[in-house]
């Protein structure tokens, strides 16, 4: 089958399409028929080796986690999927013609669901769900703020907070600040052109998804931040009246 | 990506809790409902075919797609 795979780590110049041998699935696994997959900033710091510690590859590796696919095969004792059920989900090395997958890890797709439409949504979802429901408790009145609001993990992460009953408040540039307002964010801050802190009044909440320093200066105004990046150098030499702080990773 | 230093947050007056993102199916049909009922609009950019696969993390790695990259490979 065809995959793209890395064999030391590097630049984008390290992915290499080639012909790797079929996958074969153990108990409990599953062989999915990807069709479409999500390209996430976390496969590119896995290419880099930022995470190698945490997370050491074996090499060749198949890069990407989320896929959108069909299921080919089905392990003994694996059950609540048949082959040719339209799945979506998370799986090892989805940039490829067929991964191997967990059925605690995947999930049907509703039935007028497109392939690129599930397949761009296992990390930044789950990021933005976990981040929004279970980190920052978003409920009814609460206001959120959030740094890096049109991007993948940030745009669902405001349709979501708004589900709940949340207003936010969103920081972006340029055109994003247009696709903030249509996505119904009460205060829109273009970051080039203004300091969120001279503008904002106090978030009950803020998620930061774009790090630098912006999560030292959400600390000041707000009791509980929440981040995916974590500048703590900078973080720490300015700490004043945060309580509390939850960094995110993925 | 760096490390929690505990103890210069505890001096600080920061409480800190490092989540991970958890890989769950229980999020992923929620996340189905959300997009299905039409509550949640992913935000689609670019889709480029599998051999464009460094284009493709370039994109993302730049920041300059406009939405969400995906890859199509059948």
Redesign the interface.
């Known amino acids: 089958m ?1 995959a ?1 795979r890395i064999r030391e780590y590097g630049d ?2 390290t ?1 290499k ?1 080639e012909d790797t041998p079929q996958l074969t699935i153990e108990h409990d696994q599953l062989l999915v ?9 976390i ?3 896995i ?1 880099a080796g ?2 190698k510690e945490r997370m050491p590859s074996a090499f060749p590796l198949t ?2 986690q989320d896929f959108a ?1 069909e299921v080919a095969e089905l392990g003994h004792g694996t059950s609540g999927f048949a082959p040719g059920d339209r799945v ?3 799986a090892q090395g989805t ?3 067929y991964a191997v997958a967990q ?8 039935e ?2 497109a392939f ?12 933005a ?2 981040l929004v429901r ?2 920052v408790g978003a409920k009814a009145g609460m206001r959120i703020l959030i740094h890096g609001a ?1 991007g ?1 993990v940030g ?2 992460a405001v ?2 907070a708004k ?1 709940l009953g949340a207003p936010v408040i969103g920081t972006a540039t340029g ?2 600040i247009s ?1 903030l307002r249509i996505l119904g964010v009460e205060e829109v801050i273009d970051y080039k052109l203004e300091r969120f802190e001279d503008s904002v009044s106090e978030a009950d909440a803020v998620i930061d998804l774009v790090g630098g320093d912006t999560l030292a200066r959400s ?1 000041r105004s707000s009791r509980k931040a ?1 981040s995916s ?5 900078r973080l ?1 030499k300015r ?1 004043r009246s ?9 | ?5 505990e103890a ?2 505890q001096r ?14 229980a ?10 009922s039409g ?6 950019g670019q ?1 480029l075919p ?2 464009q ?9 730049k920041g300059q797609a ?9």
């Open positions: 065809k793209i984008a110049s992915l399409l028929k990807i069709r479409d997959a999500g390209v996430n900033p496969d590119w710091k290419r930022y995470l890069m990407g696919g979506f989900g998370f940039y490829a013609e059925s605690s890890t995947i999930a049907a797709m509703p007028s669901m690129d439409v599930a397949a761009s949504l296992p990390t930044p979802g789950s990021t769900l976990q279970d980190v049109a993948s745009s669902l349709q979501i589900h055109p994003d696709y600390l929440v990046r974590l500048p703590w150098d720490m700490p945060a309580r509390a702080f939850a960094p995110f990773t993925w | 990506m760096g490390q929690i230093n210069a947050a600080a007056g920061i409480r800190t809790v490092h989540v991970v993102m958890k890989r769950d199916a999020d992923l049909v929620e996340l189905a409902k959300l997009v299905d509550t949640v609009k992913s935000r689609l889709t599998l051999a696969a460094r284009e493709a993390q370039e994109l993302n790695e406009a939405g969400k990259v995906v890859l199509k490979v059948a």
